[in-house]
């Protein structure tokens, strides 16, 4: 375990479903991002939230609907979801490496999620 | 062009051998440089931090050459326990906080 908990590990859903991804952090840290990673494509910056406020939305279309109830939790709201969403969705969580102001990242394990 | 641009290789090496990897970015301003690690189906975890004078962890070393935007990372004496992606970070545009990560460069190291 990271101290990023990530739920469900893999989903499968269909075009038409709703569903939510689950992330929980108890480190302490007051930033939460949502990343996407799909094959042979960097990892895609999706959403930022620090100390709860949405500070960065990544040009994410509207089928992706982050949430932010507080500062150790974040959901991901999926609706009508295209096949070419699927890919690994990875939470993380930052904090401060020392004084140089750089900060490290803990990830989830993520959720694979499979549209259909 | 890519905000951070790797090889993705994959490099194939035999167990002892000493390999490198390159890295370029785009955005001057950037201040802040590390290399993540990820083995397959698994998130990426924290290597190492790149400093400006160069920095060493074990048997891993990495360089920084802010004047060609340039990082490395070089690793001796390989373990098979070594093959994973190699995930080449640097902060964005809009603080320390938001990192922009490469593709990554494979690494195979073989018996």
């Known amino acids: 375990e990271t101290g990023v908990t990530q739920t469900p590990r893999h989903l499968v859903m269909g075009m038409t479903n709703k569903k939510s991804l689950k992330c929980e952090q108890h480190l302490g840290h007051n930033a939460m991002y949502w990343y996407k990673q799909s094959a042979k494509k960097p990892l895609e910056l999706m959403f930022v939230?620090?100390?709860?406020?949405?500070?960065e939305n990544n040009s994410v279309p509207s089928r992706f609907s982050p949430e932010c109830p507080n500062s150790s939790h974040l959901f991901l709201h999926l609706h009508t979801l295209q096949p070419e969403d699927s890919a690994l969705y990875l939470c993380?969580?930052?904090?401060?490496?020392?004084?140089?102001?750089?900060?490290?990242?803990?990830f989830g394990s993520g959720t694979r999620l499979t549209v259909v | 062009r890519k905000e951070v641009e790797q090889d993705p290789g994959p490099f194939n090496v035999p167990e002892g051998a000493t390999v490198a990897f390159n890295c370029t970015y785009s955005?001057?301003?950037?201040?802040?440089f590390f290399w993540y690690r990820q083995d397959c189906r698994k998130e990426p975890k924290l290597l190492m931090s790149?400093?400006?004078s160069g920095n060493e962890d074990g048997r891993f070393t990495a360089q920084l050459n802010r004047a060609s935007q340039y990082i490395s990372l070089l690793i001796r004496d390989s373990k098979l326990s070594d093959s994973a992606t190699y995930l080449c970070v640097v902060n964005g545009d809009t603080g320390f906080q938001k990192l922009v990560f490469g593709t990554g460069t494979r690494l195979l190291v073989s018996p």
């Open positions: 790149v400093y400006s």
């Open positions: 955005n001057s301003a950037s201040q802040s």
């Open positions: 939230y620090n100390f709860k406020e949405q500070t």
């Open positions: 993380a969580s930052s904090y401060k490496l020392g004084p140089t102001g750089a900060y490290g990242y803990t």
